[in-house]
């Protein structure tokens, strides 16, 4: 009987290894996900960080201005200051989700936008998504 109850107790931890396996696959914690990037990308990251905090409190211009022009009517410094102010919300969503789903467009945008900004490249933002090419 001791024996039929550990085939039971067996099989049902199988299957929520499994359940959690896939959950894993979906979802990476915030630390793990930021550890998908290589050393260098975090170092430029943190210095593109550094760099927008300056760029935005250190501005003589109005951030909603800028936000509320269009693109093609902005200065390279305003367009400078909204790539900044936009990074740096896009950081602080990152900073305070809970986990980062891969697949989100949202998660694909924000990883396009570091392309923009030089932070990775194309190939490398596939790979942290995971997309074969």
């Known amino acids: 009987m001791l024996n039929d109850q550990l085939k039971i107790v067996s099989k049902n931890l199988s299957k929520t ?29 943190t210095a593109f960080y550094t760099k927008a905090v300056k760029l935005v409190s250190e501005s003589p211009l109005d951030l909603l201005t800028i936000l509320l022009t269009p693109e093609e ?42 392309v923009t900004l030089g932070i990775v490249t194309e190939t490398r933002k596939n790979e942290i998504l995971g997309i074969e090419e």
């Open 17 to 45: 290894n499994n359940q959690v396996v896939q959950f894993e696959s979906d979802f990476k914690a915030k630390g793990r996900f930021r550890l998908l990037f290589t050393f260098g990308e975090r170092v430029l990251e």
């Open 73 to 114: 009517d902005r200065t390279t410094e305003q367009q400078e200051l909204h790539n900044a102010a936009v990074y740096l919300t896009m950081r602080e969503d990152f900073k305070d989700a809970g986990e980062i789903k891969l697949d989100d467009p949202a998660v694909a945008a924000a990883l396009t936008f570091y």
